[in-house]
């Protein structure tokens, strides 16, 4: 499969995705699957696999069948059986996070690096995508370590977001920085920590954008935002002028036992982003904290639970404490108060 010709526009942040990200070197065997509307993303990527002198397979998920897709197709998970490094760019569609589990799984059972594109575009590619990896790691690992030891979580933002968040030690703090490596698969444009947290009370106020297919279809949520009223890290009350999104959302969030609980708190931690730009994959990064509903991600925090969903949401311009101290004012960190 060729993806087609490589925009010099978003060379640069393939290269730093191949190069630095990923680390590919000479001989080894990359799996790059993609569908129609991220194809040009692709070819930068398959562009920057080639100038290192390494092995790609391209696979276009429309050659396997209609979308939306309800399984991974054979020749995808067949191809990540063999390869050293993996690649999904492509832009999500209802009902098909079970097709990426099932990629995933495969992933974390080989323990390949991994870099998951979902909703990746030619604007990420020329902005997220461009960002210091190495300081957006630095910060990432002085947040977890922080974290290891903190006990509450305080969050609030203008907009009404104000809750409180405790933690299980438990569980872990995963930092996905951009620096990949076998034991952490990682979204590209990278930037977060993340854990499952114990409790959360309080109400969060989606100012910005939700995640899964949400994000296409409602895309930002600034002059319509969501109020999520939440209790012991359940979902107990969702309000929106928007109806439909509204009531799809409490449906979605109790598909199953576990869709409507927190399985997510996060931070994002990519210092190279200026503003949102109402997609997912990289607002998420943004620097701030947001949450998910649905499944924690269990193979990298050690939670003993999921659940077959898992939708994020976010929130603008957070104030956040960790314990008394204020690391983020406005959506801006304070590097000192962390050593940096």
Request: net charge negative; aromatic share 6%; hydrophobic share 40%.
């Amino acid at each position: 499969m060729n993806f087609g010709p490589a925009s010099p526009d978003l060379l640069p942040g393939a290269k730093n995705a191949v190069e630095t990200c990923l680390a590919i070197k000479p001989g080894e065997r990359v799996a790059l699957i993609a569908d129609l509307p991220s194809r040009a993303v692709a070819a930068s990527l398959a562009a920057a696999v080639e100038n290192v002198h390494a092995l790609c397979t391209s696979l276009l998920l429309e050659d396997f069948g209609p979308r939306p897709i309800k399984a991974a197709p054979a020749a995808v998970l067949a191809a990540l059986e063999t390869a050293d490094i993996g690649v999904l760019c492509m832009n999500p569609q209802p009902g098909e996070l079970g097709a990426r589990m099932a990629i995933v799984r495969v992933v974390e059972r080989r323990q390949i690096r991994y870099a998951h594109m979902v909703g990746v575009t030619p604007e990420i590619m020329q902005q997220g995508m461009r960002a210091d990896y190495r300081m957006v790691d630095r910060l990432s690992e002085k947040l977890r370590a922080r974290m290891l030891r903190a006990e509450t979580l305080t969050v609030k933002t203008e907009a009404g977001t104000q809750f409180a968040a405790h933690f299980d030690r438990g569980l872990d703090w995963v930092k996905t920085s951009g620096l990949i490596s076998p034991r952490y698969w990682s979204n590209l444009p990278a930037g977060e920590v993340f854990t499952t947290p114990a409790t959360v009370d309080g109400t969060f106020v989606c100012d910005a954008t939700a995640g899964d297919h949400f994000n296409g279809k409602y895309g930002d949520l600034q002059r319509t935002p969501l109020v999520l009223e939440i209790e012991d890290a359940r979902l107990k009350h969702v309000e929106c002028e928007r109806k439909e999104l509204e009531e799809e959302f409490w449906d979605y969030c109790h598909t199953d036992e576990n869709s409507d609980r927190v399985g997510e708190l996060a931070f994002g931690t990519n210092l190279g982003l200026s503003e949102m730009i109402g997609i997912l994959l990289q607002d998420e990064k943004f620097p701030g904290v947001h949450i998910a509903f649905g499944d924690p991600y269990g193979s990298q925090t050690h939670a003993d639970w999921k659940s077959r969903t898992h939708v994020d949401v976010l929130t603008r311009n957070c104030d956040v404490w960790i314990d008394q101290d204020q690391i983020i004012s406005k959506g801006r960190y304070q590097l000192d108060h962390l050593g940096l």
